[in-house]
């Protein structure tokens, strides 16, 4: 079965510091993969997407993410947090462009002063 | 930026009601989504609408549940007999042939 697992429930991160999200799937073949960002009382905005190319893909709000097929991980990154990054955070998958989306339990964020 | 809209942003309903939720989609997309995050919980995929009809649901989505395209510009989702397990946010989300998946903000829905 199709799954997105993100095994961080919760990080905490100082301001300034680099953060660094957990995402893992298991799909049958590379599926469309995206990290989107919820705040809270807010919808899903999406951070970033990846279908094909480069592994190295970058987003709004300063965070990239890389694929990497040997891992079948898709880790989001950003170099220096604000506070306005904490949120919680949600990795989805997607066999491809038009199909339901699978989401990952989520990473809460806190951002300590 | 072009946005999805729903309406309500919070719903009350007593168990039992028939509840409808209200999205606008983005107006040049073509698909459509309903899906639904129960508090703490992850958000799980409803239905896909496309072309005037479902073109795939989830096992939460049961008789109970309906969705329709009234009038080509809002997109319905039916709760015909509320229970108190269908309380959670439900999100409205919609993609074009050349645009990401939008998500709107959402209505909570609190069943008593």
């Known amino acids: 079965a199709q799954s997105v697992t993100q095994p961080d429930i919760h990080i905490t991160v100082s301001e300034g510091a680099s953060l660094e999200l957990r995402c893992n799937y298991s799909y049958g073949a590379t599926p469309y993969l995206f990290w989107y960002v919820q705040s809270p009382g807010q919808g899903l905005q999406l951070l970033l997407k990846y279908f094909s190319g480069d592994t190295l893909v970058q987003g709004i709000k300063g965070f990239e993410a890389e694929f990497k097929r040997s891992q079948s991980s898709f880790n989001l990154r950003k170099p220096s947090v604000h506070w306005s990054d904490a949120a919680e955070y949600f990795c989805a998958a997607a066999r491809a462009a038009g199909n339901k989306l699978t989401f990952g339990g989520g990473t809460r964020v806190l951002v300590k002063p | 930026e072009p946005e999805v809209t729903q309406t309500p942003s919070h719903q009350v309903t007593q168990m039992g009601q028939e509840v409808i939720l209200r999205c606008v989609p983005i107006s040049n997309h073509l698909y459509f989504y309903w899906y639904r995050q129960i508090l703490g919980q992850k958000v799980e995929f409803l239905v896909s609408?496309?072309?005037?009809?479902?073109?795939?649901k989830s096992e939460i989505f049961d008789d109970q549940f309906s969705v329709e395209r009234p009038d080509g510009s809002n997109f319905t989702l039916k709760i015909r007999s509320t229970k108190l397990e269908d309380s959670a946010m439900y999100f409205c989300?919609?993609?074009?042939?050349?645009?990401?998946?939008?998500f709107g903000n959402g209505t909570r829905l609190t069943v008593t």
């Open positions: 989300a919609s993609l074009g042939l050349r645009s990401p998946l939008h």
């Open positions: 609408f496309y072309n005037n009809e479902i073109s795939e």
